[in-house]
């Protein structure tokens, strides 16, 4: 089975933080993403990477910053926190190519509370 | 990227099947059709996805129209632990992106 973990189940920091979520998948997939669920919202996306070093902006990539050194890991960084990054935080990975095989992996998600 | 409409809530008794439905009246040609549920508390899960053909796996069935304009995700026995967002997703551009949108609950009760 495809495993995606996520590094901490709930993280609690102070506004102004530096935040590191960690994200790493067991498949060898190319593709991973960051997204951010709030009520009402829905899940957005916020980064995804297509390989090792690449990374686009998503949806609402504000605030965030990404970092992939390594192809099984993608790290989502919040420069200065502030209390509106207040959410979950779910990691995804996915093969690349093959139409039909868009079939993403998530993670359990983080729950990060910024004070 | 083509929309998916999904009633917001349902319910569903244990052991019965759940017929959860979604229309997507602008997919294209070459789109295919996702579904995925997310349970309290935790990440979505893929279900099942399908083009044209009837789809079956051991978590559920998914039924599309010939038009293809809508789509049913059939759950055979629905148990307690069905309970959660059901999201039909309908693929979005190259990226891979997935556009998540509202979703149904599905509340299954004993």
């Known amino acids: 089975d495809v495993k995606v973990t996520q590094s901490s189940r709930y993280l609690v920091k102070r506004t102004g933080e530096k935040v590191f979520l960690e994200c790493v998948q067991d498949m060898d997939h190319e593709n991973m993403f960051w997204y951010r669920q709030d009520p009402g919202l829905g899940l957005r996306l916020i980064y995804f990477s297509y390989d090792v070093k690449m990374k686009e902006k998503g949806d609402i990539p504000e605030g965030y910053s990404v970092s992939r050194e390594k192809k099984e890991r993608f790290s989502l960084i919040l420069e200065s926190a502030s209390t509106n990054q207040t959410s979950m935080y779910l990691c995804?990975?996915?093969?690349?190519?093959?139409?039909?095989?868009?079939?993403?992996?998530f993670g359990a998600g983080t729950r990060l509370s910024v004070l | 990227d083509a929309k998916t409409t999904q009633p917001t809530s349902m319910d569903c008794a244990e052991g019965r099947a759940a017929n959860l439905p979604c229309n997507h009246s602008?997919?294209?040609?070459?789109?295919?059709v996702y579904w995925y549920r997310q349970i309290h508390s935790q990440g979505p899960q893929y279900i099942i996805h399908g083009l044209k053909n009837n789809e079956t796996n051991e978590m559920a069935s998914l039924i599309i129209t010939e038009d293809r304009k809508s789509s049913t995700l059939i759950l055979p026995h629905a148990t307690l632990r069905d309970t959660a967002v059901y999201y039909c997703?309908?693929?979005?551009?190259?990226?891979?992106?997935?556009?998540f949108g509202q979703g149904t609950t599905l509340q299954v009760k004993p």
């Open positions: 602008t997919i294209s040609g070459n789109e295919y």
């Open positions: 995804a990975s996915k093969t690349q190519g093959e139409d039909g095989k868009n079939i993403q992996y």
């Open positions: 997703i309908v693929r979005t551009s190259n990226t891979g992106k997935l556009i």
